[in-house]
């Protein structure tokens, strides 16, 4: 049976609130709170994220390709699937495809991956989805965009956590909200036209579709997961199609975290799974240039899966609030922060090639004589010096700790000065690494603080978008 | 295996003002340190037969020692461009010294200078190492403020205990530089204005590192049984220590960041050579590799002056400072002349020289009783060490 084998969710550490941003400008806020990705972060590292988050406890040799999905991707030529795929440190003999363009790609790719593994093509394929969209400033989007990533295992087999038993979708060629190949900022048509005429008659089309193909009446959804650009347009589109608000709609997740573009309705499922029952009929919707609904069977194989994932609860309970909405524009480049001491040690693209193994996947070397374990890979052991006898191992999903640290005024940027940079201990052999600290509150640091890896973009250099590993506090 | 110990000596060092020099270019650094170093050993460019040059950054790539030989015309010799991050200047001398000991030279010169003030920032800059990913953003106070990190942890100093302790530091190395004419900054400082100066990197404040200077120092090398047609007060290496280590140390499996092996290792070796049993009480002076406060404070228990983990104690005594039973740093160090990387282990030789002659730059300077020196670079990640030992009797110890 296809279906959902494992999920994964990321949410950004900061949060902006709508009222900082309200009052920045003198304008009137909606409430609540949005999540905001740092300065090293972007749709590729937050992918990753959701993949570790979705893969943890699950092993990696049956997964057979990788999706990535986004509106927001640092690159326009140049794959984003494959950067995340080493990242989580999949073998390279899988699929990989991007999706973007449209905010329905998280569920295109989704759809996609089903098919793959209904046609056989793959045993099992990650999804992953990933916005940053950018509302302009002052803009009602502004307050309601927020940043997140979502992923999910999809596999046929015997006993998958959810069954997905259909499908059905709407393709619709209109200009309601999109960006230029030269936008920063999304575009939109009138409010009162793109609900009416974009949103609501699409999800409507073919979220009835989907329950006359499949025989069901709203009574018989557990739960409608319905993606919605607000809470409003998510309401008269339950009322229309005869949900009950109170009881079947999933929380459109946009007080707390701002709508995550094509990650969202993938994120709002996660959301519902964490809640959900064997035995429960979910439907999930998405929309975006048309809309594609989803008819799920959730089974036994759910609890199981919801331990040990940190998902939306998780990621939304750990959170810090962004101290201004300037420090927003500069996160978001908008403002240009005074740059730090120049970068001098340009990367190559045949370096970071030959070094992907432990750059990207964060392999050490273990020695296979004495057992010494050193990070970077080592070719000839530290200890023993023995030559070529090693095999890598995987420290991204190891935990650590600080051993020392500086608190480090020289190495930031005018928008995050002090930039904590510590020695961790790992907890597996005796692997030391210096490796910067993101994410935290540089005095709260102190030796034998536990950490976790986390993927982050460097900088830009030699034309490139340069990605290593940090540390951050444990979330 | 042979020791150097009194098969080679000094004859002649010269060592430039050190500072902020926007007026003068290398060549101008250069020229003033070899013709000091000319002057005092009484000879003629024409005759150096070999020269070894310790440069870090200038230039970047591919210009072996050209650029040393064209201020200083020299012609037709041998002449090495050597590189060793922040021991750049002993490896420049410990090579010209085992030419001069093999006895292939008669006459050699030994220089090290660097030009830092060109670069337009303060510091050395962010991004030191091999990768541009793994050490994109690291520093050199970053690198040392994680020694003193882990020093305070170790032994139990609180922040602030920590902090005073290094600061004294500080407080003697500025006290010894202001009397030195040739040194970047000749200001005394208080303990109070170091606690008080902004963090570079914690626990590191401005007064816990080193100045960026340009700068440049130049010895004369020549072997034993010649050096007194130069002079009478020649001065005798007596052992010239070196070590690399195979790994960053925060890549070392099990590190613990308070036994660099590179100084413990090339202090060994200088001491072995020199016939030195306890440097605490066999060295009478010595300038080490002040690049932090943390640093000189690790280098007294690493270099055999303190025993482990009682530097605090040495250093609340005043053991070191110029009045002490090993006064250390007594030009100033690093923190008063800066650390123009390639010149900064012959400008410390320079002094150690100096004091051994009794012609320290001002006489209050001078320390009585001085039989022998030590120098000693350390740096990079770090994960080099340099130690020389010098004195002026052969012979002794």
């Known amino acids: 049976m296809a279906g959902i084998i494992s999920y994964g969710a990321y949410i950004p550490l900061w949060r902006l609130s709508r009222d900082a941003i309200a009052e920045a400008w003198g304008s009137g806020s909606t409430g609540g709170e949005r999540s905001v990705a740092n300065n090293d972060e972007d749709v590729v590292t937050m992918a990753v994220e959701a993949a570790f988050d979705c893969l943890n406890g699950v092993g990696?040799?049956?997964?057979?390709?990788?999706?990535?999905?986004?509106?927001?991707?640092?690159?326009k030529e140049k794959e984003c699937s494959t950067l995340v795929a080493t990242a989580t440190d999949l073998k390279p003999e899988i699929v990989?495809?991007?999706?973007?363009?449209?905010?329905?790609?998280g569920t295109a790719a989704f759809r996609a991956a089903l098919d793959a593994v209904v046609g056989g093509s793959a045993r099992s394929v990650l999804v992953t989805a990933s916005d940053c969209r950018l509302g302009y400033p002052r803009s009602n989007y502004e307050q309601s965009f927020g940043d997140a990533a979502a992923a999910f295992l999809i596999g046929n087999t015997t006993k998958p956590a959810v069954i997905i038993e259909g499908s059905y979708s709407i393709s619709n060629e209109l200009y309601d909200v999109w960006r230029l190949d030269k936008d920063t900022y999304v575009q939109s048509w009138e409010d009162r036209f793109i609900i009416e005429h974009g949103y609501t008659e699409n999800m409507e089309k073919a979220i009835s579709g989907l329950m006359k193909k499949k025989g069901l009446s709203p009574k018989d959804i557990t739960k409608a997961i319905l993606y919605a650009p607000t809470a409003r347009a998510q309401q008269g589109l339950a009322r229309r199609l005869g949900f009950d608000a109170k009881t079947q709609l999933q929380d459109p997740l946009i007080s707390n975290i701002g709508v995550s573009g094509c990650a969202h309705a993938l994120l709002m499922l996660v959301a519902a799974l964490e809640e959900a029952n064997p035995g429960d009929k979910l439907l999930l919707a998405s929309y975006g240039s048309g809309a594609d609904a989803f008819l799920l069977q959730v089974t036994d194989e759910i609890e199981k899966i919801n331990?040990?994932?940190?998902?939306?609860?998780?990621?939304?309970?750990s959170k810090k609030a962004l101290p201004s909405y300037t420090r927003y524009l500069s996160y978001k480049g908008l403002l240009e922060p005074q740059p730090g001491e120049p970068f001098r040690l340009f990367p190559a693209a045949t370096t970071s090639w030959r070094e992907r193994d432990w750059a990207i996947r964060m392999h050490a070397s273990k020695c296979r004589n004495c057992g010494l374990t050193t990070f970077p890979i080592e070719r000839v052991c530290y200890s023993c010096r023995s030559k070529d006898n090693y095999e890598e191992v995987r420290l991204s999903d190891k935990k650590a700790k600080v051993f020392t640290y500086t608190l480090d005024n020289l190495a930031g940027r005018s928008d995050d000065p002090t930039i904590p940079q510590t020695e961790v201990?790992?907890?597996?052999?005796?692997?030391?690494?210096y490796i910067l600290m993101t994410d935290c509150e540089p005095k709260e640091v102190s030796i034998g603080m536990p950490v976790e890896m986390t993927f982050r973009r460097m900088y830009e250099g030699a034309g490139m978008y340069n990605y290593f590993w940090k540390c951050r506090p444990i979330r | 295996m042979e020791s150097i110990k009194d098969k080679v000596a000094i004859v002649g060092m010269g060592c430039s003002k050190f500072g902020e020099r926007w007026d003068a270019s290398i060549d101008d650094l250069v020229i003033e340190s070899a013709y000091e170093a000319y002057e005092d050993a009484g000879i003629d460019p024409k005759d150096i037969q070999a020269c070894w040059y310790g440069t870090v950054t200038q230039p970047l790539i591919g210009d072996g020692a050209t650029h040393l030989a064209r201020p200083l015309k020299l012609h037709g010799i041998p002449m090495t461009r050597v590189e060793a991050w922040c021991i750049t200047g002993h490896e420049a001398l410990r090579n010209a010294c085992f030419a001069v000991a093999c006895g292939m030279y008669d006459l050699v010169l030994v220089l090290g200078a660097e030009k830092l003030k060109d670069t337009g920032f303060p510091g050395l800059g962010a991004g030191r190492g091999m990768s541009p990913v793994l050490e994109a953003r690291r520093t050199a106070p970053g690198s040392f403020g994680m020694i003193a990190t882990r020093y305070f942890y170790t032994y139990g100093l609180g922040p602030e205990e920590g902090k005073r302790t290094i600061g004294k530091i500080a407080v003697k190395n500025h006290y010894n530089g202001s009397m030195c004419p040739k040194a970047h900054f000749r200001n005394k400082v208080t303990l109070e204005q170091v606690l008080k100066a902004p963090i570079i990197a914690w626990p590191l404040g401005l007064f816990d590192c080193c100045g960026n200077s340009d700068g440049s120092a130049a010895a004369i090398i020549v072997p034993a049984k010649d050096a007194r047609k130069y002079r009478d007060d020649p001065i005798y290496i007596k052992g010239i220590g070196s070590a690399h280590v195979a790994l960053l140390p925060q890549n070392c499996p099990s590190f613990d960041w308070l036994h660099f092996e590179e100084v413990i290792n090339s202090a060994h070796q200088a001491y072995e050579q020199a016939g030195i049993t306890n440097p605490r009480e066999q060295i009478d002076v010595a300038v080490v590799h002040d690049c932090f406060t943390s640093t000189e404070m690790l280098l007294y228990e690493m270099l055999g002056f303190s025993p482990e983990g009682k530097a605090k104690e040495d250093i609340d005594s005043g053991f070191f400072e110029l009045t002490g039973g090993l006064p250390v740093n007594s030009d100033g160090g690093l923190k008063c002349f800066g650390h123009p990387v390639g010149a900064s282990g012959i400008r410390m030789t320079y002094e150690i020289y100096k004091q051994l002659q009794g012609k320290a730059q001002l006489p209050e300077r001078q320390l009585k009783d001085v039989r022998l020196g030590l120098s000693n670079t350390f740096g990079g990640p770090p994960q080099v060490s340099a130690v020389a030992v010098l004195g002026k009797e052969p012979g002794y110890p």
Do not use: I
Not at chain 1, 96 to 105: E, F, H, I, P
Not at chain 1, 307 to 317: N, T
């Open chain 1, 425 to 433: 201990a790992f907890e597996f052999g005796d692997v030391r690494t």
């Open chain 1, 307 to 317: 331990e040990g994932r940190r998902g939306v609860k998780g990621f939304l309970s």
């Open chain 1, 60 to 75: 990696r040799e049956n997964v057979d390709g990788l999706y990535f999905a986004s509106t927001t991707p640092p690159f």
């Open chain 1, 96 to 105: 990989t495809a991007d999706y973007g363009n449209s905010l329905r790609a």
